[in-house]
């Protein structure tokens, strides 16, 4: 904790708030281990960019009995807490976005407590405490479905694969494949549908 509050001291130097900013994101940390402070370019709908402080880390989710961490980015505006943070959710590779109602294809979430946000009344806390309850029942994200590979045949061990296993097909003098080329390839595509 030590380490962040010297880190956000420095973060937050051109924040028009930063005591209350720190405050607000210390408090944070205390309740959420997984979160940790960056500072990046932040780029705005209209291509204006911008340094901000990013909270990255994940979420604890539970949905169905399960616990899943959900990765998220919470870029803090310069008038923080007089105005709302911008939360995305940032997938891993495995991972993609479901757009729902509250998140749209580029991770961006959308909620009443970001847009009915009131400095007096709403924090850190109290935002990603709704996050985790809203996505309990609708995750933002989910696991991308693996590509399907075609099992290899095993003809065990001391067998020349170049060989077909079909007794008949080999001939000493002409190898043949186990399927006509050009068939593996549609085989292929077809499983894959």
Request: hydrophobic share 35%; net charge positive.
């Amino acid at each position: 904790m030590a380490n962040h509050e010297q880190y956000l001291k420095e973060a937050l130097s051109k924040y028009k708030h930063p005591d209350i900013c720190k405050r607000d994101i210390l408090q944070a940390f205390q309740n959420y281990k997984d979160l940790s402070p960056t500072v990046d370019t932040f780029v705005f709908n209209d291509g204006n960019r911008k340094e901000l402080l990013c909270l990255v880390g994940t979420i604890l989710v539970n949905y169905k009995g399960g616990s899943y961490n959900i990765p998220v980015c919470i870029w803090m505006t310069d008038t923080h807490p007089y105005n709302p943070p911008m939360v995305y959710v940032k997938p891993t590779p495995d991972m993609q976005i479901k757009i729902g109602p509250n998140t749209d294809d580029s991770g961006k979430v959308y909620l009443p407590y970001l847009h009915e946000w009131n400095h007096a009344k709403c924090n850190l806390v109290g935002l990603i405490q709704v996050l985790s309850i809203i996505w309990s029942d609708n995750p933002p994200v989910f696991s991308r479905a693996k590509a399907a590979v075609p099992p290899r045949p095993s003809y065990g061990p001391g067998h020349n694969p170049a060989t077909p296993p079909y007794p008949g097909t080999a001939s000493p003098h002409k190898q043949q494949a186990p399927y006509p080329s050009g068939m593996v390839t549609i085989i292929v595509l077809e499983r894959l549908r």
